[in-house]
């Protein structure tokens, strides 16, 4: 569905921190040592050179010794930069990797919650602490609930970021039957609202409040649309849902989670592609933080 900012940017970042942070290292603990000890020896010889110059009734230079030590004692340009950047290298590598992350919403399926062109952040610890690149959890902190809206690596294409709402929790028996959802035998309520208008297709959707056992949101639906999944994928955990001329069963595996977009059928979701295991979890999002087009979007959103 979306990428975020720059491909691979995370392990990108993470030579980039690792680079300058060696660099950094050895000019402080090596380097510079080496260039005093070199500007030391090289001023006491013309010092000495000078004193026997000034012996002999020749007058010194006294500026040719600040060039001296100057020049011996000048950071390598590669060293220099290195040092500059890796503090700022560092500081966007931890914020990014543990902190929060932007992303950009590139399609509807999320609407109305999100739009196109909505940049959001995301919270990377909401989770649980990860080691970047590899995704790894480390420290346990929160589990995603129903309701949250989550960005999490595609399963099918894990270098693809997705961005949908939890609709299934591990364990969940999740129906979603004529375009109404029940989870273990709850069924979700839903408040018919003003038609929603699309800025970019010009079409006409019906808009509901939808009371997800608790996490109220709006949603889309599209009367042309068809009420069964259209040709769902042969996803791993397949064997768990039921399809059928009125929509689905899916009972969640442990460990998993069901995922759908609010634009409910503009959405490729877990009807079609399955289920989103933890190790794909990338963080929950919480906060616009700009949309060039609109910037009335900024701010926070169910």
């Known amino acids: 569905m979306f990428q975020s900012l720059l491909t691979n940017f995370a392990l990108i970042l993470l030579i980039l921190t690792v680079v300058t942070g060696v660099i950094w290292t050895l000019d402080l603990f090596v380097l510079s040592k080496k260039r005093r000890e070199a500007a030391e020896k090289a001023l006491a010889e013309y010092d000495q050179r000078e004193a026997k110059l000034a012996a002999d009734g020749v007058r010194m230079d006294t500026n040719k010794r600040e060039e001296i030590a100057s020049s011996l004692l000048r950071q390598p340009v590669w060293i220099e930069y290195s040092g500059s950047f890796f503090p700022v290298i560092l500081l966007v590598f931890v914020l990014r990797s543990f902190l929060f992350e932007p992303f950009k919403i590139p399609s509807g399926s999320m609407l109305p919650t999100l739009f196109v062109g909505d940049l959001i952040l995301v ?20 589990q995603p609930q129903r309701g949250d809206v989550m960005v999490f690596k595609y399963p099918m294409d894990p270098q693809v970021d997705y961005i949908k709402r939890v609709v299934g929790v591990p364990g969940d028996k999740v129906e979603y039957k004529n375009k109404r959802l029940t989870i273990n035998g709850k069924l979700a309520s839903y408040e018919p609202l003003q038609d929603f208008l699309g800025d970019n297709n010009l079409e006409y959707s019906r808009q509901f409040r939808e009371n997800l056992l608790g996490v109220q949101h ?39 989670y069901f995922m759908m977009g609010d634009n409910r059928d503009r959405s490729a979701d877990s009807r079609y592609w399955g289920f989103v295991p933890d190790e794909n979890i990338v963080g929950k999002a919480f906060f616009i933080w700009m949309n060039l087009g609109n910037i009335r979007r900024i701010g926070s959103f169910q």
């Open 123 to 142: 919270n990377k610890f909401t989770y649980g602490i990860r080691l970047p690149v590899i995704n790894k959890k480390v420290i346990e902190i929160g």
């Open 218 to 256: 709006h949603i889309l639906n599209n009367d042309d649309s068809p009420v069964w999944v259209e040709k769902p994928m042969k996803f791993p955990g397949r064997e768990n849902c039921v399809y059928d001329n009125e929509g689905f069963t899916c009972t969640v595996p442990q460990g998993q």
